[in-house]
């Protein structure tokens, strides 16, 4: 017996269109100034725009770290010592013992391996 056959032959959509898609016949494609722009205006030309523009610093400046311009255009040594600063750490056991990771007890360990039915136990 084919029941899924008779179950989707009486299937209706929910949803329901109206008509024909149509495009609109006039369509404005004319540069504009976004709504939110600062300027309200559009740069005069690219190169104008990518004067000011910045993504992660300026656009027009060579990088201060590399003299080539580019990232790996020096040596990392030649960049200066990796010291933290004072009071900056890079790892969690370079904080004072009170900060430190606790080592896990005979008891936090069979209760974790049990799933907490240890404790009850």
Not at 64 to 70: A, K, Q, V
Request: hydrophobic content about 30%.
């Amino acid at each position: 017996m084919n029941a899924t056959r008779v179950l989707l032959q009486q299937r209706q959509p929910m949803i329901r269109f109206l008509g024909k898609r149509t495009t609109p016949s006039h369509i404005d494609h004319t540069p504009h100034a976004h709504p939110a722009s600062p300027s309200g205006s559009l740069p005069e030309s690219f190169a104008a725009y990518r004067q000011k523009a910045q993504q992660h610093g300026p656009l027009n400046q060579r990088s201060s770290f590399s003299s080539s311009g580019h990232i790996g255009g020096r040596p990392g040594a030649s960049l200066g010592p990796v010291e933290p600063q004072s009071g900056v750490y890079f790892d969690r056991s370079e904080l004072p013992a009170r900060f430190q990771r606790l080592a896990w007890t005979q008891a936090e360990i069979e209760a974790v391996e049990s799933g907490g039915a240890s404790l009850f136990a």
